[in-house]
């Protein structure tokens, strides 16, 4: 259990990093951009520019300017004025724990990325239940070997092709695997609380991943 909580304390300030590079690239999505979007808005859709003219002032100003321009020359505004329109009238942009990535790129893009942190997720239960079998304990150390394989199988799938089933089993994993590990835990007498601690966090954030992927489901 020592190569357990070792693992996780190394990879827990890696996971949260992750996290919350994440978070702040979905909520600055607007306000931010790091593309050229000299590029990108000329060959935005009719339904796309819309919705940058309605979120216009979370934009920088020259790509509002550009999108606004780009939908003049399109026709669907006829002057600036209608801009004033309530079809037009300005969103807030509200704050949300699962972020909607309208973009399928960048939606693709981060699901690739949260699944590949969950195949490098998978080398721990292969290789503890590796040690568990050479230790003697074949039928748990299986088990466990199992496991690992089937969480590298649905992750690795995610990468490739978003899929109802694998989230769900992934899901189903981290609650089995988690009550597995507070079950040992549990059972050893020099259980200290950061050892729940660190388990909970890492389940807690292989679950909200999951659950973003899940929300954000449409390719």
């Not at 190569?3 to 990093?17: D, E, R, S, T, V």
Request: glycine share 6%; aromatic share 14%.
């Amino acid at each position: 259990m020592k190569f357990i909580f070792g693992y996780f304390n190394c990879h827990l300030k890696q996971a949260c990093l992750f996290v919350v590079q994440r978070y702040k690239m979905w909520q600055k999505r607007y306000s931010n951009r790091e593309l050229d979007f000299r590029e990108d808005i000329p060959n935005y859709s009719d339904e796309q520019l819309k919705e940058v003219l309605k979120l216009r002032d979370h934009y920088q100003p020259e790509a509002a300017q550009l999108a606004i321009k780009e939908a003049l020359n399109r026709g669907i505004i006829n002057s600036e004025q209608d801009l004033f329109s309530e079809e037009y009238r300005c969103e807030e942009i509200q704050f949300s724990l699962f972020p909607k990535i309208k973009k399928d790129r960048n939606r693709i893009k981060i699901r690739k990325s949260i699944a590949r942190s969950l195949v490098i997720c998978s080398v721990l239960p292969v290789v503890y239940g590796l040690v568990e079998m050479k230790t003697g304990k074949s039928w748990e150390g299986a088990g466990i070997l199992l496991f690992g394989l089937l969480w590298l199988f649905c992750s690795a799938q995610l990468i490739k092709v978003f899929h109802v089933l694998f989230i769900r089993c992934l899901l189903a994993g981290t609650i089995l695997g988690a009550m597995y590990i507070f079950y040992r835990l549990i059972s050893l007498q020099t259980t200290v609380f950061m050892d729940f601690f660190v388990v909970l966090i890492l389940a807690g954030l292989i679950f909200y991943g999951l659950l973003f992927m899940l929300k954000n489901a449409r390719e």
